[in-house]
């Protein structure tokens, strides 16, 4: 019987035994509560959650938690979520508690088909599958307000910019001022207009994030208005909502997966859930683009868990399921680019809203400025030196700097 193993740092409170308090996380999330009980039956304890190892570790302890198998639903995610994070945030004995990993086994990651495409498949579609450069992407702004004819204008205005992806803002769904039905068949056109300039095809995440009942059915809308990628918010739509988006056989687009609200729990250095968790559990849904973070934005992070984020994204032996694309957003510039390479490496998509639409010659310049950047990394130069004749690029930098 194979073992999903729980990684988890805890600290128990003032007089709470530490290997206890390991003990009380396996029980309460398998067989066990807070006192003993008289109806447990002897076949039940194989499903008992064993506590493989306790550790020391700054102000509390490392834990590795197994949990058999079968304990598992296979395919459920929500069921896997409840065993793996479920009461235990809330043990009065944990003075903190926190999901670091997931280890799943072929068993519980058999029933999921994982990501469509991957980073060669999204990169075949951009055409990068030659040159290997990190992606550009951009957020229409401001996040609401405005009209299907001008978001339409600024969608065209940073594709023949230069930049790959454009989304729609984590906030922005089908609100009466910009109706999907309207804005997505706008953008489309325009980035079609794009191709035939250009010969480049740029993606267009349509965010469907949508209540429950109505996901599916905003999906097959924007695919039979032209969509060429959907976006959806996972943590407020629900992790399965993803794997329902990339498992429906009539949906053959790539998705990209936005994780607003995630600060919430990843933040907290001691208590919640860390990103790397949700890394699993996405690629296994099959998100073909996921936002881990920057070096250099505005966001909060950690490089080491971010860096081991990514590599959980990327890691080519994972159950054979595709890779995922990390997003580096949130704050980002072109001064940054540099930077967000050297650290993250070229398997990247540098995502930029303020970083292009704030560009003092305007958001065409402002997606040119990012690839002029990236273009820079590629080929070794610095910002500063490729800066002196690519004005783009240069304007940025007199605006924002270099971000180091
Ligand atoms: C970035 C962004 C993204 C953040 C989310 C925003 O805009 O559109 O939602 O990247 O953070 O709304 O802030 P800017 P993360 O480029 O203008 O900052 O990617 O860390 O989840
Ligand atoms: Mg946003």
Redesign the pocket.
């Known amino acids: 019987m194979g073992e999903v193993i729980g990684t988890y740092y805890y600290r128990p409170k003032a007089g709470v035994d530490f290997k206890w308090a390991a003990q009380a996380i396996a029980e309460e999330q398998t067989t066990g509560t807070w006192t003993d009980i008289s109806t447990t039956q002897e076949y039940v304890r194989y499903l008992d959650g064993r506590v493989h190892e306790v550790v020391p570790y700054n102000d509390g302890y490392i834990t590795k938690v197994g949990f058999a198998d079968d304990i598992f639903e296979p395919g459920s995610i929500p069921q896997y979520l409840s065993v793996v994070s479920g009461n235990l945030y809330g043990l009065s004995k944990l003075a903190k508690v926190r999901l670091l990993d997931l280890d799943f086994t072929e068993a519980t990651t058999a029933p999921f088909k994982g990501p469509q495409f991957g980073i060669e498949g999204i990169r075949k579609i951009v055409g990068t599958d030659k040159s290997r450069r990190p992606h550009v992407g951009t ?1 229409i ?1 401001p ?1 609401v307000g405005l009209n299907p004819k001008d978001t339409a204008q600024v969608s065209y205005e940073a594709a023949i910019g230069g930049v790959d992806l454009i989304k729609d ?2 906030t922005l769904t089908d609100q009466k001022f910009c109706p999907m039905a309207d804005r997505l068949p706008a953008v489309m056109e325009q980035l079609d207009r794009v191709k035939d300039d250009t010969g480049r095809t740029v993606l267009y995440a349509i965010n469907v994030s949508a209540p429950g009942d109505k996901i599916l059915e905003r999906a097959e809308e924007a695919i039979d208005l032209g969509a060429n990628m959907l976006m959806v918010d996972f943590v407020v739509c629900g992790i399965d909502a993803v794997r329902v988006l990339a498992e429906d056989s009539s949906i053959q687009l790539p998705l990209h997966v ?3 609200m ?1 600060a919430a729990m990843t933040r907290e250095p001691e208590h919640g859930v860390a990103m790397r968790a949700f890394c699993r559990l996405i690629r296994m849904a099959g998100g073909d683009q996921l ?1 881990t ?2 070096i250099s ?3 909060d992070h950690d490089t080491a868990e971010l860096l081991g984020d990514n590599k959980a994204l990327t890691d080519p032996n994972y159950f054979g399921l595709k890779d995922v694309f990390p ?1 580096a ?4 510039a072109p001064g940054g680019v540099a930077r967000e390479i050297e650290v993250l490496g070229k398997d990247i998509i540098l ?5 292009i639409h704030g560009h003092p010659n305007g958001t065409r310049a402002g997606a040119t400025a990012m690839r002029q950047a990236v273009d820079a990394a590629m080929q070794g130069t610095t910002l500063e030196e490729y800066a002196k004749d690519h004005a783009e690029l240069a304007a940025a930098l007199e605006k924002w700097g270099t971000f180091a």
């Open positions: 957020i702004k996040k803002d984590e936005h994780r607003t995630h936002h973070g920057t934005g505005k966001m997003v957003s949130g704050g980002l995502q930029a809203g303020g970083g």
